[in-house]
């Protein structure tokens, strides 16, 4: 099973709780409270192709949480996200991995969740969160990103909880693309953003997911940054993270899709919010140029062939 069987002074559990817990899921890598009143943060760790970077860094968080007895103000919750056809593999991965020495030593490219398998698992832990303030925090890391960034929906609460990160912000992106966790939560009225980090010149993707995360509690309120041991290096490494050009918002305006039996290729060379103007040649299709109908920048260029989304264009908003 993913996480420790064992419980941290009813604060912080990792995975199944013995005696307690009724109903357990793998994805659980678990969860820290005081019993204070106060937000929910869930946070998701993508674990495709036994990537755990950002599974590491929960656990991180977690652990020094519980070490420190940090006061908290609501709880947060780590769960295992994406695992796509790796699953097993990773699952007895960490099986193996995650042990008792987490304990004190006085204790006893942008993806969706639409497989059947990891909406029902990932919903029914969602379903077990009381009524109350909800934030979501989707992890995901990519080997061949440049600038850190946050995808959120124009949703106002979104955009709030967004607003606290130095990153690049995408905003309305989801309206491009089919996700139907990020529909559920929308209904439940979770302020939600997705971190999409990758190859950094610094700091590693490990630092960067669990230095965020220390910034979302911050945020949310839920944690004074005055009891995080080292909050002063956390900051430090998300300053890094934050481009020349400042902390900026972009939204979607345009999606070049990819029809059936269409040729489609890129112009080679295009990265994430590369500055773009109107009439320039950014792809061909069936040979002939494909030309931007924008001044903007260009987002998530297609270098591959699996998926239909050939591009997408960004305009800055205030």
Request: include cysteine; proline fraction near 3%.
């Amino acid at each position: 099973m993913l996480g420790l069987e064992n419980a941290m002074d009813d604060r912080v559990s990792y995975g199944k709780e013995v005696g307690k817990q009724l109903h357990y899921s793998e994805r659980l890598l678990g969860k820290y409270s005081n019993g204070a009143e106060g937000k929910t943060l869930i946070i998701t760790a993508d674990a495709l192709d036994n990537e755990s970077r950002a599974v590491v860094a929960v656990r991180k968080v977690l652990k020094v949480l519980a070490k420190n007895e940090i006061p908290i103000k609501g709880q947060i919750i780590g769960l295992v996200g994406n695992t796509g056809s790796s699953k097993k593999d990773l699952l007895g991965e960490f099986n193996s991995s995650f042990t008792t020495d987490c304990l004190p030593s006085n204790q006893d490219e942008y993806l969706g969740y639409n497989k059947a398998e990891e909406f029902v698992e990932l919903i029914e832990e969602f379903e077990k969160v009381p009524a109350t303030e909800a934030y979501y925090f989707d992890l995901k890391t990519s080997s061949t990103l440049g600038a850190v960034y946050l995808c959120h929906s124009k949703r106002p609460n979104c955009r709030a909880f967004a607003s606290h990160f130095p990153f690049y912000k995408v905003m309305g992106l989801d309206a491009y693309l089919t996700d139907h966790l990020g529909f559920y939560l929308h209904a439940k009225n979770y302020a939600c953003s997705t971190l999409k980090v990758g190859k950094h010149p610094r700091f590693s993707a490990e630092q960067i997911h669990e230095s965020a995360i220390w910034w979302a509690l911050v945020g949310m309120g839920c944690v004074q940054e005055e009891d995080i041991p080292g909050f002063s290096k956390h900051k430090k490494v998300l300053a890094a993270c934050l481009p020349e050009d400042g902390d900026r918002t972009f939204e979607v305006v345009f999606k070049y899709g990819i029809q059936e039996d269409e040729y489609f290729r890129m112009i080679p060379g295009y990265r994430n919010f590369q500055t773009i103007n109107a009439g320039e040649t950014l792809a061909t299709s069936d040979g002939a140029a494909v030309m931007s109908s924008w001044d903007g920048r260009i987002f998530m260029p297609l270098y591959h062939t699996q998926s239909s989304d050939g591009y997408f264009i960004l305009q800055e908003v205030d």
